[in-house]
T-cell receptor, first 109, second 112 residues
């Protein structure tokens, strides 16, 4: 099956700092999503981005499908950005998602 | 709010018991997916239903089963529970011809 690797596994940031999270995947995909899992365990949809670039406030994401990677940018980080960020991919419409191992982010005040 | 509803939010039960987790998908979504998140295995796909029919199966144990009802809600049945079944169980749904999936808040199962 498809492999998804995320880096770094852990990230400690000072409030206000910027960061980049990376997701590499082993095969072509039809779906790529970024999620934030908050300390209460909820999985929050951040981006649906099988290709191209999107921005939502202080977060933005870019997927280069031909090179099989996606990047999530967090700018001016806040303590509420803490949690685990997951990248997940799917091979086709209506298919299951395969998750990466996540990047655990801690933003210190 | 994702629009996907899972109940209960928390469940504590003893080894050997059976439990049922319930999921109501977003309005109009025909696909329902179940995932398990454990500390050692990460987030893993268990099973998918589409409009009442099983569509795909992942790493689901034989002690686990699921179904999707005519009103499109789904239930995940876990039986002969073991300590290792303690995990966060998520349900997700997606629409027809749409690949983006939305997740419920999860059910945290603790087997003691």
């Amino acid at each position: 099956g498809i492999q998804v690797e995320q880096s770094p596994p852990d990230l400690i940031l000072q409030e206000g700092a910027n960061s980049t999270l990376r997701c590499n995947f082993s095969d072509s995909v039809n779906n790529l999503q970024w999620f934030h899992q908050n300390p209460w365990g909820q999985l929050i949809n951040l981006f649906y981005i099988p290709s191209g670039t999107k921005q939502n406030g202080r977060l933005s994401a870019t997927t280069v499908a031909t090179e099989r990677y996606s990047l999530l940018y967090i700018s001016s980080s806040q303590t509420t950005d803490s949690g685990v960020y997951f990248c997940a991919v799917g091979r086709a419409a209506g298919n299951k998602l395969t998750f990466g191992g996540g990047t655990r982010v801690l933003v210190k005040p | 709010d994702s629009g996907v509803t899972q109940t209960p939010k928390h469940l504590i039960t003893a080894t050997g018991q059976r439990v049922t987790l319930r999921c109501s998908p977003r309005s109009g979504d025909l696909s329902v997916y179940w995932y398990q998140q454990s500390l050692d295995q990460g987030l893993q796909f268990l099973i998918q239903y589409y409009n009442g029919e099983e569509r795909a199966k992942g790493n689901i144990l034989e002690r686990f089963s699921a179904q999707q009802f005519p009103d499109l809600h789904s239930e995940l049945n876990l039986s002969s529970l073991e300590l290792g079944d303690s995990a966060l169980y998520f349900c997700a749904s997606s629409g027809v011809g749409v690949t983006e999936a939305f997740f419920g808040q999860g059910t945290r199962l603790t087997v003691v």
